[in-house]
């Protein structure tokens, strides 16, 4: 039974469990938002949420202990310089899981885990473009190029057709060897005649 077990195992050992947490923080205060396994989400919610409480209070130990935990120096000057001024006073909660449903391949419960404060200003995907705007500006040396195919084209068209002249190839003498005189060949006798 396991009442009271508290934490997830995510079928990893200990150590490899902190690297992956410390891992998905990193990429979560990163990007502002990431998508994961539902298991995954929960567990970095109780992960990363001290982490942030902690860089409220923008002290050397509080520098020092997030980055005992996130080793990249940007993201963590990051944090202090983007995130936590934009969080303010709120009280906790920093982040918001949201369920997806299920991954395609294997059925796993997906979710996006997202900082609450910056919902709004991860950037969508821009929409593929049209045909119509993936054309240059720059309309004059378009036309010149047209103008040049349209000419190369009338100047094909009009100019009258010459029959190629056609030198005859020489014909290669064949060599006549001369047949040597094959020995006659004896047929072998049947056995018992």
């Known amino acids: 039974m396991r009442h009271r077990v508290k934490g997830r195992k ?32 929960k567990e970095l919610r ?13 002290s050397v130990h509080a520098r020092r202990y997030v980055s005992a935990e996130i080793n990249d120096r940007e993201i963590v ?3 202090f310089s983007d995130i936590i001024p934009k969080i303010g006073d709120r009280a906790g909660g ?17 979710a996006i885990i997202e900082l609450v404060d910056f919902s709004g200003l991860v950037k ?16 004059k040396v378009e036309e010149t190029k047209a103008e040049e195919k349209k000419e ?3 100047a094909k068209k009009t100019a009258p057709r010459t029959k190629k002249e056609t030198t005859p190839k020489p014909k290669k ?9 094959a020995t006659p060949k ?4 049947k056995k018992g005649s």
Do not use: C, N, W
């Not at 920093?94 to 997906?110: C, F, N, P, S, W």
């Not at 003498?173 to 005189?181: G, P, V």
């Not at 004896?186 to 006798?189: A, E, G, K």
């Open 10 to 41: 995510l079928g990893r050992t200990a150590s490899h469990r902190r690297a992956l947490l410390r891992s998905l923080a990193a990429s979560l205060l990163k990007h502002k938002k990431i998508t994961t396994t539902t298991a995954k989400a």
């Open 46 to 58: 109780g992960f990363v949420e001290p982490l942030i409480t902690k860089a409220k209070a923008d």
């Open 77 to 79: 000057s990051g944090l």
């Open 94 to 110: 920093y982040t918001r899981v949201v369920r997806l449903g299920q991954r395609k391949g294997d059925g796993a419960e997906m």
């Open 124 to 139: 969508p995907k821009s929409p593929k473009k049209t045909k119509e705007e993936e054309k240059p500006t720059d309309t």
């Open 152 to 154: 190369a084209k009338a």
């Open 173 to 181: 003498e064949k060599i006549r060897t001369t047949k040597k005189t």
């Open 186 to 189: 004896t047929t072998p006798q």
